[in-house]
T-cell receptor, first 118, second 115 residues
Framework: GAGVSQTPSNKVTEKGKYVELRCDPI?????LYWYRQSLGQGPEFLIY????????DSGLPNDRFFAVRPEGSVSTLKIQRTERGDSAVYLC????????????????FGPGTRLTVL | AQKVTQAQTEISVVEKEDVTLDCVYE???????LFWYKQPPSGELVFLIR??????QNEISGRYSWNFQKSTSSFNFTITASQVVDSAVYFC????????????FGKGTRLSVIA
C-alpha cells in the first residue's frame, strides 16, 4: 500500500516569503506528526494531530509556524515570513491510534520536504 | 523530560566487522517505548525495532540484535558481519507513555561500512 507522501520534495524560497508543505498520511492513520531535521541532527518534534485537532503543538518554535488538518487526513504545515534558520528537512509521520499504545504507536515517515530559505 | 544520547557521532568499519551503536536514554516515566530507525542516504526514516519498558528480553533479527538494559538505561544496537548496504545514519528514539505521543530522537550515529 501507499506510504506517507510529502510535497514538494524540495522547496527553495526567499527570506520573508510564505511557504506551505503538504503531508498525505497512510490511509486510515488518525495520528499525524510533523518533525524538523536540521543538518547533522535528529528529527525534532513540531506538532501532533489526533484526527482534525492539534493534540500537542508544543514543538512549534514560534507563531510563524502553523499547521492544519481540516478533514483529519492531509495536513499542511505553514511557515510565514521565512527566515534562513528555517532551512531544514521537514518530516511527516503517521500512525494508527490506540488508547493503550500496544502495536499501534509505530510511526511511519514520509521522505521529507527539504526547505531552503535564501 | 525525556532525552536520548547517542555519544558516537560517526563510526567507520570494514565490511564483515561487527559494530555496536550505543544509545542511552533518560525518562522519569515507568512506561515508555524505545525505537531504532535507519536513515539511508535517500533520507527516509526506516523503522527497525520497538521495545517497551517492561520487556528487557534481547532481540535478534538476522544480522541485527538489540540489548536493552534498564539498569543502565541503555538500548544498544549491534550489526553482525556488516555490509556496505548498512551504511546510514541510525537514530535511537523514545516515546513516553503508552499512547500516540511524539518521538524524542538522539542526534544519530553515522555508520560507514567500507568494502
Amino acid at each position: 500500500g501507499a506510504g506517507v507522501s510529502q510535497t514538494p520534495s524540495n522547496k527553495v524560497t526567499e527570506k520573508g516569503k510564505y511557504v506551505e508543505l503538504r503531508c498525505d498520511p497512510i490511509s486510515g492513520h488518525t495520528a499525524l506528526y510533523w518533525y524538523r531535521q536540521s543538518l547533522g541532527q535528529g528529527p525534532e518534534f513540531l506538532i501532533y494531530f489526533q484526527g482534525t485537532g492539534a493534540a500537542d503543538d508544543s514543538g512549534l518554535p514560534n507563531d510563524r509556524f502553523f499547521a492544519v488538518r481540516p478533514e483529519g487526513s492531509v495536513s499542511t504545515l505553514k511557515i510565514q515570513r521565512t527566515e534562513r534558520g528555517d532551512s531544514a528537512v521537514y518530516l511527516c509521520a503517521s500512525s494508527l491510534t490506540s488508547a493503550s499504545g500496544g502495536l499501534y504507536n509505530e510511526q511511519f515517515f514520509g521522505p521529507g520536504t527539504r526547505l531552503t530559505v535564501l | 523530560a525525556q532525552k536520548v544520547t547517542q555519544a558516537q557521532t560517526e563510526i567507520s568499519v570494514v565490511e564483515k566487522e561487527d559494530v555496536t551503536l550505543d544509545c542511552v536514554y533518560e525518562t522519569r516515566d515507568t512506561t515508555y517505548y524505545l525505537f531504532w530507525y535507519k536513515q539511508p542516504p535517500s533520507g527516509e526514516l526506516v523503522f527497525l525495532i520497538r521495545r517497551n519498558s517492561f520487556d528487557e528480553q534481547n532481540e535478534i533479527s538476522g544480522r541485527y540484535s538489540w540489548n536493552f538494559q534498564k539498569s543502565t538505561s541503555s538500548f544498544n544496537f549491534t550489526i553482525t558481519a556488516s555490509q556496505v548496504v548498512d551504511s546510514a545514519v541510525y537514530f535511537c528514539a523514545l516515546i513516553r507513555g503508552a499512547g500516540n505521543t511524539p518521538l524524542v530522537f538522539g542526534k544519530g550515529t553515522r555508520l560507514s561500512v567500507i568494502a
